[in-house]
């Protein structure tokens, strides 16, 4: 079955770029919205944005312009970079297929720490 | 921005007892986007209902969903232990694309 798994630096400096990649394993990326969705430490849910498999994307605006979400469909993975991070961006980061209104598959997550 | 706010915060019952979450939207949303989740401690989401009343793949009839408008409801027939969790209802639509609760922790009393 179709599985996600995120990957990348559990550890990034202040001001620094968060990047994560998704691998997408047991089917194609073809057909789908692909969701970066994060959750600070004892907190709620907060989506950051999507890209379509054919590249167009959608951002929640309270990333403003630090957020770009990239796919590469030959590696079967999609990616995510968050510029001038802070503690504020501290948390759990699920990629997620979305169904355009749901997100019917996640990934296990992977905690991202933003420290000095 | 709709925002979904999710009541109580904190429900404590005992297994076998029913369970009955609010998601109310400070906006009308259209029921087929309107989405619940399911969390475990150290575990991603994982999707419950959708279109406000649609169950799942694998997901037991004992989890109900339902509601119009501006409000919603998640109900649980009777609880088992492995249903204790925190539950998040999530709209799409409008700007951000998708917006979640601050979530329900059901706990065992």
């Known amino acids: 079955q179709v599985q996600l798994q995120e990957s990348g630096p559990g550890l990034v400096k202040p001001s620094e770029t968060l990047s994560l990649t998704c691998t997408v394993s047991?089917?194609?990326?073809?057909?789908?919205?692909w969701n970066w969705i994060r959750q600070p430490p004892g907190k709620g849910l907060e989506w950051i944005g999507y890209?379509?498999?054919?590249?167009?994307?959608n951002y929640n605006p309270s990333f403003n312009s630090r957020v770009t979400i990239s796919v590469d469909t030959s590696k079967n993975q999609f990616s995510l970079e968050l510029s001038s991070v802070t503690a504020a961006d501290t948390g759990v980061y699920y990629c997620?297929?979305?169904?355009?209104?749901?997100?019917?598959?996640w990934g296990r997550g992977t905690l991202v720490t933003v420290s000095s | 921005d709709i925002v979904l706010t999710q009541s109580p915060g904190i429900l404590s019952l005992s297994p076998g007892e029913r369970a009955t979450l609010s998601c109310r939207a400070s906006q009308s949303v259209s029921s087929s986007y309107l989405a619940w989740y399911q969390q475990k401690p150290g575990q991603a989401p994982r999707l419950l209902i959708y279109?406000?009343?649609s169950r799942a793949t694998g997901i037991p009839d004992r989890f109900s969903g339902s509601g119009s408008g501006t409000d919603f409801t998640l109900a649980i027939s009777r609880l088992e232990p492995e249903d204790f969790a925190v539950y998040y209802c999530?709209?799409?639509?409008?700007?951000?694309?998708?917006?979640f609760g601050q979530g329900t922790k059901l706990e065992i009393k």
């Open positions: 997620a297929r979305g169904d355009r209104i749901y997100f019917g598959l």
């Open positions: 047991g089917g194609s990326i073809g057909s789908f919205y």
């Open positions: 890209i379509y498999y054919s590249g167009s994307t």
């Open positions: 999530q709209r799409y639509g409008g700007s951000p694309r998708y917006t």
């Open positions: 279109g406000a009343s």
